[in-house]
C-alpha cells in the first residue's frame, strides 16, 4: 500500500484552487491554516503562536514562515518562494507576509481568515491592514471527498490501527495498567510499522508516534470522552479502546467495547444495543443518502428500545488530516446554517466513522469503525471483529 500521496494529487489540488481564485476579483488566496496549508502544498508544521502564511497566485505558491521553519519548508520544491521573519513577538510576522504579497502583486486576497489564529498566545493585526481581503473556505470543503489516492493512505492507516488494537487486547489483563498496555501496545505496533516500511515511512508525525492505541476503562467509560484512570484493570470492567496511526497525516478510527472476564447479562444487553445501532447506521449509508437520515434512523431505534436517555451524541463524523471534519451524520445537519445545497447527502469518496454509543450511570458501549462512500455503496476501512466473544479479555 502506499505511504504518500503522489505529487499528482498536488498539481491537481492547486489547479482547482487556482480556478476558484479565477472566479473572484482576487489577486492571490491566502491561507493561515495549518491543515490547509499541508493540503495544499504538503508542508506540515504544527501551528502555534508563531504564524505561518500560505499564498497561492496564478503563477506563484509562497509562503511566510517563522526562522526556525525555514530549513524544513525548503525541502517541499512546489513552494517557489520562503519567506522568514525571526520569531514573535519579536519579528513582524503578519507584515512580512503583506510584503511577501506585495511582492506577488496581490492587492485584493481571498483568505481563510483576517490574520493568524489566536492559539498559544498570538496577538497580532488583521492582514486587512494591510490588503483587501475576502473570506474563502475553499479548502475545508475539498477536503470532504477523498481521492483513491486519499482514501489508500487511511486505509494503510486501519491496518497498523488494527496492529496496534490487536497488540492492545493481548497486553489487557486483570492487575495491569491501563497506561503501560497502551505505551507498551503503541510501542509495538508503531515498531512493527517502521520497520516494515522502513524509508517509505513518512516522517511528520509528532507526539503520538506513528501507531497508537488505548483505552478508557471503569466508571470513566460513562462519559464519552472519558479519561484513563489511574487504576488496574479489574474482572468485571468494561473498556472502551481506540485504535489508529498517522499516515502521510491521514488517519482511520477504529474502536470497540471490550470486557474484562466475564460479561454480566445487562452488560450483554446494552452491547447488543450498540451493535445493533451500529449496523443500522451501516446499512443505511451510501451514495446520495441524507446525512440526516441516518442519524434519524438510528434514534428511532433508540427510541423504540426505550434508551434516548443513555444516548449522548450522534452517529459519526468525517475523518481525514482531522480526527473530525465534516460532514457529521447528525439529524440537525439539514438545518445548519453552513450546509451549501446539495451538501446535505453523503457522496462517493467521504470516509465516515460509525459510533453511536449508549452510556449507562456506570458504564459506557461503543464501537467505531471507518467506512468509505463509494459509487455503489460502501467499503469498510477497518476490519477488528465486532462481535461479543472477540472482545471479551480473558486470562
Do not use: C
Not at 485584493?108 to 497580532?124: K, Q, R
Amino acid at each position: 500500500m502506499p505511504t504518500e500521496l503522489p505529487d499528482s494529487e498536488y498539481r491537481s489540488r492547486l489547479r482547482e484552487l487556482r480556478g476558484k481564485l479565477a472566479n473572484t476579483d482576487a489577486d492571490a488566496a491566502v491561507w493561515f491554516s495549518a491543515t490547509s496549508s499541508h493540503y495544499v502544498s504538503g508542508f506540515e508544521h504544527v501551528q502555534t503562536e508563531r504564524p505561518v502564511v500560505l499564498a497561492l497566485s496564478q503563477d506563484r505558491l509562497e509562503i511566510t514562515v517563522p526562522r526556525l521553519e525555514v530549513e524544513r519548508v525548503e525541502t517541499v520544491d512546489r513552494i517557489d518562494a520562503v519567506h522568514h521573519y525571526f520569531d514573535y513577538p519579536q519579528g513582524r510576522p503578519i507584515e512580512t507576509a503583506a510584503e511577501m504579497l506585495e511582492g506577488m502583486d496581490a492587492d485584493a486576497v481571498v483568505a481563510d481568515s483576517d490574520g493568524a489564529p489566536g492559539v498559544m498566545g498570538y496577538e497580532g493585526p488583521a492582514l486587512s491592514t494591510f490588503v483587501d481581503v475576502e473570506s474563502q473556505s475553499w479548502v475545508p470543503r475539498m477536503r470532504w471527498e477523498k481521492t483513491d489516492a486519499e482514501i489508500e493512505l487511511i486505509q494503510e492507516s486501519a491496518n497498523w490501527g488494527n496492529l496496534a488494537h490487536r497488540y492492545l487486547a493481548e497486553y489487557a489483563e486483570p492487575g495491569a495498567h491501563p497506561a503501560t498496555v497502551s505505551q507498551r501496545a503503541s510501542m509495538e505496533a508503531s515498531r512493527a510499522m517502521l520497520d516494515t516500511l522502513g524509508d517509505r515511512f513518512v516522517d511528520n508525525v509528532r507526539g503520538t508516534g506513528p501507531a497508537h492505541a488505548g483505552f478508557i476503562s471503569a466508571q470513566e467509560t460513562a462519559l464519552p470522552h472519558g479519561h484513563t484512570p489511574n487504576q488496574p484493570l479489574e474482572r468485571g470492567d468494561v473498556l472502551i479502546t481506540g485504535a489508529s496511526a498517522n499516515v502521510n497525516g491521514y488517519n482511520s478510527e477504529l474502536e470497540r467495547t471490550m470486557f474484562v472476564g466475564e460479561v454480566s447479562d445487562d452488560q450483554e444487553h446494552y452491547f447488543d444495543l450498540m451493535v445493533e445501532a451500529q449496523d443500522i447506521a451501516i446499512d443505511a449509508l451510501g451514495p446520495g443518502v441524507p446525512l440526516s437520515s441516518v442519524d434519524e434512523q438510528v434514534w428511532a431505534f433508540f427510541e423504540e428500545q426505550h434508551i434516548t436517555d443513555l444516548a449522548q451524541h450522534h452517529v459519526g463524523h468525517n475523518i481525514g488530516l482531522d480526527g473530525h471534519e465534516p460532514p457529521y451524520i447528525d439529524r440537525g445537519w439539514d438545518d445548519y446554517d453552513h450546509v451549501a445545497d446539495g451538501d446535505g447527502e453523503m457522496q462517493p469518496g467521504q470516509v465516515y466513522t460509525i459510533e453511536p454509543g449508549i452510556y449507562t450511570e456506570t458504564e459506557g458501549y461503543r464501537h467505531s469503525d471507518t467506512i468509505a462512500i463509494t459509487e455503489n455503496g460502501t467499503e469498510w476501512l477497518t476490519y477488528f471483529p465486532r462481535d461479543l466473544d472477540s472482545n471479551v479479555i480473558t486470562e
